[in-house]
């Protein structure tokens, strides 16, 4: 079972919003067309902090959300339901000892499920940005914690008299990192300044733009296939809303509650296709100024909007950067930075010391 959990596969009855399935012959979880969009509004609703678990449990009950044998959820069954990992997309083995990125298809993402686990444990730190796309933390998901590994998240925390941008790993157990928005983002400008191209690749980067271009696209396509699905969803959400509204499954209070949800939803999901379809243009755009001139990279970053700013960073380093809260400053693991940095250090050092004699 464990070497099956190593391969990111279940090992027991899919939990509610799945269905067991087989691909090729092993044993997969498929989302439940039904079940899942309700388990994912749960996610939603809890991970606000807003709503106490027997109300959002109200409110999903209402909506329809039910065992496979068509009975209530229990209490107890619900809190199982909202700490189970296989929901952000991971598997655990029974003694949980093992614990892996799953090959099937997450129903919320890492940051809603965390939200959900400091809201259920009570620490206060339930207010955890899961945008992906926020024009104010360009670095968001791409710069990741050293010491967990997982990506950074980002948001505004209210100060004395004013906001103050901070990006931070929320992971449970770690928390390493915590650090002021105009910091980090310094670094990071001070790194990408270094990374001057040659001319060899500057003779190649017509192709490597063409190369990249057509993978991010056909993610992009792939993204639009998602969003699209998840719209129509939403959709069907607002529809069943409605009946169980009018015939009087719904209190007035929950059904403004989920339709508030719904409505936001929806207008998330139309921004990111928004969004992709601005950055489909966006990359054309780049294509064809990488075979005409030298993309000045500091410059470049500052004055794009988020999505070019993202594509810039993964053009360079497609797994993203780590930052070390102990050397303060990105981690060695990143071999070429650091080299890079070390030959940009002893230039320095040898020009400043001709300088002074």
């Given at each position: 079972m464990d070497a099956a959990v190593k391969a990111g596969r279940p090992i027991s009855l899919a939990p509610l919003g799945y269905l067991n399935t087989r691909n090729n012959g092993a044993a997969h979880l498929i989302q439940d067309p039904d079940r899942a969009p309700l388990v994912r509004k749960a996610f939603e609703l809890l991970s606000t902090g807003s709503y106490t678990k027997d109300d959002v449990l109200r409110m999903v009950t209402a909506m329809g959300l039910t065992t496979r044998k068509g009975a209530p959820l229990?209490?107890?069954?619900?809190?199982?339901?909202?700490?189970?990992?296989?929901?952000?997309?991971?598997?655990?083995?029974?003694?949980?000892?093992?614990q892996v990125k799953g090959v099937h298809e997450a129903i919320i993402d890492e940051s809603t499920f965390e939200s959900v686990q400091n809201v259920i444990s009570g620490n206060g730190n339930h207010q955890v940005p899961h945008v992906m796309q926020n024009e104010d933390f360009p670095l968001r998901g791409f710069v990741r914690c050293a010491r967990c590994d997982k990506p950074l998240t980002a948001g505004w925390s209210k100060g004395r008299s004013k906001l103050y941008g901070f990006y931070r790993c929320w992971t449970k157990g770690c928390g390493a990192v915590s650090i002021r928005k105009e910091t980090l983002e310094t670094h990071f400008v001070h790194v990408l300044a270094m990374m001057q191209p040659s001319a060899e690749l500057l003779a190649q980067l017509p192709e490597l733009v063409k190369t990249r271009w057509q993978k991010r696209n056909e993610r992009a396509e792939a993204e639009k296939r998602q969003l699209t699905s998840r719209r129509t969803?939403?959709?069907?959400?607002?529809?069943?809303?409605?009946?169980?509204?009018?015939?009087?499954?719904?209190?007035?209070?929950?059904?403004?509650?989920?339709?508030?949800?719904?409505?936001?939803?929806?207008?998330?999901?139309?921004?990111?296709?928004?969004?992709?379809q601005e950055e489909q243009m966006t990359m054309q755009s780049l294509m064809e100024q990488a075979k005409m001139e030298v993309l000045e990279l500091v410059k470049t970053w500052r004055e794009s909007g988020i999505r070019q700013k993202q594509e810039i960073q993964t053009a360079i380093w497609e797994e993203g950067l780590r930052y070390s809260p102990a050397l303060r400053f990105f981690e060695p693991a990143n071999k070429s930075l650091m080299q890079g940095i070390r030959d940009w250090m002893?230039?320095?050092?040898?020009?400043?010391?001709?300088?002074?004699?």
């Open positions: 229990a209490k107890q069954s619900f809190h199982q339901m909202m700490v189970n990992p296989t929901y952000k997309g991971w598997v655990i083995s029974r003694t949980r000892s093992v969803e939403q959709d069907t959400l607002n529809r069943k809303l409605i009946e169980k509204y009018v015939s009087g499954a719904l209190s007035q209070g929950d059904f403004e509650t989920l339709k508030r949800s719904i409505t936001t939803e929806l207008a998330s999901i139309d921004a990111q296709l928004k969004a992709l002893n230039e320095e050092f040898e020009i400043g010391r001709g300088e002074r004699i």
